[in-house]
């Protein structure tokens, strides 16, 4: 049975686009044949995250319009062949997606594939409530700070009503939080929300706690998601996140304060060589 | 006397620590939520027919607008609608 996941947040620049991309890649590399697609329509980004955007040809939108079948808009990714990329379209119609159109397409998507990342577009418009519709989880992704949090519950209210399981009366779609940009060090100063305050208010299962990490910004300027840099930090806890998504037990790692004193003297006589 | 308040305000500022803006946060937060998560529920004619209601009531009675409380709760299975209105006195 194909999953559908949403990755939502409500509150932009969280870091949705930076989580479908990695998730999507850590669920191609256990050998599950995925899809990821972007519904930010106008705004496409997914592609330059996976380093794909010179292979676009054709869209999302001209497939629901019948301008281009699915086979000829899906990219297959450079390094794994198991995923496969719908790019958003650049179109200023806000239209553009339909209810039914984006059923019709995830329907055939379904015949092939074991999951399908919906990556949403920021907000609580059409693109956002459309990526979510059809979905049977959802990872909510969560920025330790106030707008992000409050944003979130948002979306967890839009999860439970309007959503074709909630329609349907057809159990509830699985929720999932993943905390995004997390500074334990800011943390431990309490300038930063931390994972248990996070917890006690939105309430949701939790999949995993991404640090704050230069790797997301390396990945993002050389188009390969962070995931793949199994060397980082950010980079490991995604992979942590997928097994977790999958049933796996994986203990949380990166909510301690670098404070190795062993790393701490090396970088001391690093910098004296230098 | 100066130097005394100044070792003084020191003193206290050592000892009680302003409020860490993290716990602000989730104070703030708690709030908020809390409060949109009961309006969430709230059916969208809510509003309005908490307007009608009050109208019609004021037709018949000089009721204080401010002295209303409209609560819709949810129990299992079914909903409550509550109004709470207070007449004035009879003279």
Same mark, same amino acid.
């Not at chain 1, 997928?242 to 004193?261: H, Q, T």
């Not at chain 2, 009961?38 to 009675?61: C, F, G, N, T, W």
């Given at each position: 049975?194909?999953k559908?996941i ?89 239209? @553009?997606?339909? +209810?039914? #159109? &984006? ?7 379904? $015949?092939?594939?074991?999951?399908? =990342? ?17 979905a049977d989880s959802a ?34 779609i699985t ?27 939105? @309430?949701?299962? +939790?999949? #995993? &706690? ?7 910004? $390396?990945?993002?300027?050389?188009? =390969? ?50 | ?91």
């Amino acid at each position: 049975m194909t999953k559908i996941i949403v990755v939502t947040s409500g509150k932009g620049g969280v870091g949705k686009t930076t989580t479908s991309a990695s998730f999507a890649v850590g669920l191609a590399n256990r050998g599950f044949k995925t899809a990821v697609i972007d519904f930010d329509i106008g705004l496409r980004n997914l592609d330059l995250i996976m380093g794909c955007e010179r292979r676009v040809v054709y869209d999302f939108v001209n497939v629901i319009r019948g301008e281009a079948n699915l086979n000829q808009a899906l990219i297959r990714d450079k390094h794994n062949k198991e995923l496969y990329i719908l790019p958003a379209s650049q179109t200023r119609d806000k239209d @553009a997606l339909t +209810l039914e #159109g &984006v059923g019709t397409v995830l329907d055939e998507l379904r $015949k092939t594939f074991d999951y399908i =990342v919906c990556d949403s577009p920021a907000g609580i418009e059409r693109g956002a409530q459309l990526a979510m519709y059809y979905a049977d989880s959802a990872i909510v992704v969560t920025n330790p700070e106030v707008s992000s949090v409050r944003d979130s519950d948002r979306m967890l209210g839009l999860l439970s009503s309007k959503t074709k399981r909630a329609e349907e009366g057809n159990g509830k779609i699985t929720e999932h939080l993943l905390l995004t940009r997390y500074s334990p060090k800011r943390v431990s100063k309490g300038e930063m929300l931390s994972l248990e305050d996070v917890n006690e208010i939105l @309430a949701i299962p +939790l999949l #995993g &706690v991404i640090p704050e990490s230069p790797a997301v910004l $390396k990945a993002s300027n050389s188009g =390969v998601p962070v995931i793949v840099d199994s060397e980082s930090d950010a980079g490991q806890a995604y992979a942590d996140a997928v097994a977790r998504y999958l049933g796996e037990e994986v203990p949380l790692r990166f909510l301690e304060e670098k404070s190795n004193w062993l790393k701490r003297i090396f970088s001391f006589k690093e910098k004296e060589v230098v | 006397m100066n130097l005394v308040n100044n070792v003084f305000s020191r003193l206290t500022n050592h000892f009680c620590r302003p409020q860490k803006s993290a716990k602000k946060a989730k104070e703030r937060l708690q709030i908020i939520i809390s409060h949109e998560r009961a309006r969430r529920d709230h059916p969208d004619y809510l509003a309005s027919m908490q307007k009608e209601l009050l109208d019609v009531i004021a037709k018949y009675v000089a009721i204080d607008k401010d002295a209303v409380r409209v609560e819709l709760e949810r129990q299992e299975g079914c909903s409550v609608l509550e109004l709470n209105i207070v007449l004035p006195q009879q003279e």
